[in-house]
């Protein structure tokens, strides 16, 4: 098994571009988790799918980030505009169908830089 | 709204010590706790998982204790060695809705 997918490993931008992060979920799991990771607040839970259908955003910081799952094994971060304050580690993680009673598997994460 | 600590932020060790990771949480309404580790510019890695029903689990030189009534748990690593060094974060799950909670982690590091 690949493990979770996530692409691109580093990315560079100007403030006020569009940034789109994309993961790959290890096959066969239901639940899809993307988290954001700075020294300052650690690790925090943006948003998760269960089943490609979106059950908790309430971490997203606001409008400016979207989240999708269009199918079982894709799924996008999407930043418009970004703003040097997004700069952080996105991880994608996901976990089978028995969810909270499964380990999640990480992804390497997406370093986001944006200037 | 859960909280969860871990003491001590940071720790170095020599080699072939035995060394005790601590992790607290206010809730105790927990479903499961997990600890992970996470080597430098690299995901988290899950360790151990364990049950609110449970009261430890073992996976080889590590060990992992949870106390839910007191909410605390603790991550027991046997002799340890130069590879073990990484962050170590714990990270709790709430019987309500499948959102982890995370602790700010133990960066270890083991000299040879």
């Known amino acids: 098994d690949a493990g979770v997918i996530q692409s691109p490993r580093h990315e560079v931008t100007e403030m006020g571009q569009e940034v789109t992060l994309r993961c790959k979920p290890i096959?066969?799991?239901?639940?899809l988790f993307w988290y954001r990771q700075t020294m300052m607040r650690g690790l925090e839970l943006l948003i998760y799918?269960?089943?490609?259908?979106?059950?908790?955003d309430s971490g997203m910081p606001e409008d400016r980030f979207s989240a999708k799952m269009p199918n079982a094994s894709f799924s996008t971060l999407k930043i418009q505009p970004s703003e040097p304050r997004d700069s952080a580690v996105y991880f994608c993680?996901?976990?089978?169908?028995?969810?909270?009673?499964?380990?999640?598997?990480f992804g390497n994460g997406t370093r986001l830089t944006v200037t | 709204k859960q909280e969860v600590t871990q003491i001590p932020a940071a720790l170095s060790v020599p080699e072939g010590e035995n060394l005790v990771l601590n992790c607290s949480f206010t809730?105790?309404?927990?479903?499961?706790l997990q600890w992970f580790r996470q080597d430098p510019g690299k995901g988290l890695t899950s360790l151990l998982l364990?049950?609110?029903?449970?009261r430890e689990q073992t996976s080889g030189r590590l060990n992992a204790s949870l106390d839910k009534s007191s909410g605390r748990s603790t991550l027991y690593i046997a002799a340890s060695q130069p590879g073990d060094s990484a962050t170590y974060l714990c990270?709790?799950?709430?019987?309500?809705?499948?959102?982890?909670?995370f602790g700010g982690g133990t960066r270890l590091m083991v000299k040879p």
């Open positions: 993680a996901s976990s089978p169908a028995q969810g909270r009673g499964s380990p999640l598997h």
């Open positions: 096959s066969g799991h239901d639940y």
């Open positions: 799918f269960n089943n490609n259908v979106p059950i908790d």
């Open positions: 809730d105790s309404a927990i479903y499961n």
């Open positions: 364990i049950q609110s029903s449970q």
């Open positions: 990270a709790v799950r709430l019987n309500a809705g499948n959102m982890l909670t």
